[in-house]
Antibody, heavy 117, light 110 residues
Framework: EVQLVQSGGGLVQPGGSLRLSCTVS????????MLWVRQVPGKGLVWVSR????????YYADSVKGRFTVSRDNAKNTLFLQMNSLRVEDTAVYYC??????????WGQGTQVTVSS | QSALTQPPSASGSPGQSVTISCTGT?????????VSWYQQHPGKTPKLMIY???KRPSGVPDRFSASKSGNTASLTVSGLQAEDEADYHC??????????FGGGTKLTVL
């Protein structure tokens, strides 16, 4: 059974940092690109970042470029999103997803990130 | 990186068909056959319903179908059922190895 279990997130002040993790099981992690997507409750999904299967290629939405860093540890089946210089507008539920043809076919449970003073 | 354009709402009666559109540009929807559609019930994670414009993952009912013409992709739900009431999101590959989503459409079954 494919599972993506997320951890990290929480409440942070503007300008602060957080690191999200997504540990997967049930498939060969090292063979798949992965996605980070966020959603403000009641709003649409917004793409945040994408990483190639070996980690050599990383891609970001303009809104997070230079502040967020995606990485992965294929030996530990874990995807990361390091979020620095957080802004109030980064407040959202963050999802990791397995990238399948540039869409997400399996999703993590989501983790709330709240940026507030 | 503006979002793909979806109507905010759509509705239909049980048994009817409803179509939801998703409009982008030649740099995303129109330029590539990598459009996906997701169903999301309140408080739940998105579920992939369509990938690569027209393909259904295993387990998705054939009442769900999709197509693309130019820069606009469409999802059609036939034989509407109460459980189809949900938010529907489209996404597309975007030039430069990005991904772009639509704003979402709330489907109401009357």
């Amino acid at each position: 059974e494919v599972q993506l279990v997320q951890s990290g997130g929480g409440l942070v002040q503007p300008g602060g940092s957080l690191r999200l993790s997504c540990t997967v099981s049930g498939f060969r992690f090292s063979s798949y690109w992965m996605l980070w997507v966020r959603q403000v409750p009641g709003k649409g999904l917004v793409w945040v970042s994408r990483i190639s299967s070996d980690g050599s290629g990383t891609y970001y939405a303009d809104s997070v470029k230079g502040r967020f860093t995606v990485s992965r540890d294929n030996a530990k089946n874990t995807l990361f999103l390091q979020m620095n210089s957080l802004r109030v507008e980064d407040t959202a539920v963050y999802y990791c997803a397995r990238d399948y043809s540039s869409g997400g076919d399996f999703w993590g449970q989501g983790t709330q990130v709240t940026v507030s003073s | 990186q503006s979002a793909l354009t979806q109507p905010p709402s759509a509705s239909g009666s049980p048994g009817q068909s409803v179509t939801i559109s998703c409009t982008g540009t030649g740099n995303d929807v129109g330029g590539y056959n990598y459009v996906s559609w997701y169903q999301q019930h309140p408080g739940k994670t998105p579920k992939l319903m369509i990938y690569e414009v027209t393909k259904r993952p295993s387990g998705v009912p054939d009442r769900f179908s999709a197509s693309k013409s130019g820069n606009t992709a469409s999802l059609t739900v036939s034989g509407l059922q109460a459980e189809d009431e949900a938010d529907y999101h489209c996404s597309s590959y975007a030039a430069g190895n990005g991904v772009i989503f639509g704003g979402g459409t709330k489907l109401t079954v009357l």
